[in-house]
């Protein structure tokens, strides 16, 4: 079955580290999105991706970073920089960069601080 | 910039009972509009979305919502709910023109009372 996988399911960040979530789909979408989720506030933007090799900030992308080497994978590292990582991170794809397409997410990582 | 307002953060319901979730969009140019649905420690689903055409649009689980250009508005209904249909509900909005971004809701969590 196609879809997105997001690992791990939860992650615990010490004190000046940085950790890395994973987001892998299989497909075949050209765009992914990192969404953060907190208590009320519905998603927020963290980075998005058209095309391989490319990728842009959104909302609230300070403190975190993305790389796009491949079109199956769309990790993102929270650093250190990041003073309030606690949240629910979510991947997400879409088949084009056309916004009447619909986005596939992955079941997110739950981060917390040690 | 488009916005979405989600009017109720709760709603609870009795089981079999109908059931209305309010979402109003602000945006100065076409939108397309999308429902999601999200199930605990899970990414969210997409239940309906409306692009262009009737404004009435069914989507999945019985769930059905409508667009009102007037009211700027697209309610989302069940005419009788099940005690599985407890979960948090996004409404989303992405303008048809100039961008490549989906604003989603605060969020409005459903919960089925048996």
């Known amino acids: 079955d196609g879809g997105i996988t997001q690992s791990p399911k939860y992650l615990f960040r010490k004190e000046g580290q940085n950790v890395t979530l994973s987001c892998e789909q299989n497909l075949n979408h050209d765009a992914m999105y990192w969404y953060r989720q907190d208590p009320g506030q519905g998603l927020r933007l963290i980075y998005y991706?058209?095309?391989?090799?490319?990728?842009q900030k959104g909302d609230i992308a300070e403190g975190y970073s993305v790389s796009r080497e491949k079109k199956e994978s769309f990790p993102l590292t929270v650093t250190s920089a990041q003073k309030n990582p606690t949240a629910f991170y979510l991947c997400?794809?879409?088949?084009?960069?056309?916004?009447?397409?619909?986005?596939?997410f992955g079941d997110g990582t739950r981060l917390s601080i040690l | 910039a488009q916005s979405v307002t989600q009017l109720d953060s709760q709603v609870p319901v009795f089981e079999e009972a109908p059931v209305e979730l309010r979402c109003n969009y602000s945006s100065s140019v076409s939108v397309y509009l999308f429902w999601y649905v999200q199930y605990p420690n899970q990414g969210l689903q997409l239940l309906l979305k409306y692009l262009s055409g009737s404004t009435l649009v069914k989507g999945i689980n019985g769930f059905e919502a409508e667009f009102n250009k007037s009211q700027t508005s697209f309610h989302l209904r069940k005419p009788s709910v099940h005690i599985s249909d407890t979960a948090e509900y996004f409404c989303a909005v992405s303008e048809t023109a100039g961008g490549f971004k989906t604003i989603f809701g605060a969020g409005t969590r459903l919960f089925v009372k048996a």
């Open positions: 997400a794809s879409s088949i084009a960069t056309g916004v009447n397409q619909p986005q596939h």
């Open positions: 991706s058209q095309i391989v090799n490319d990728f």
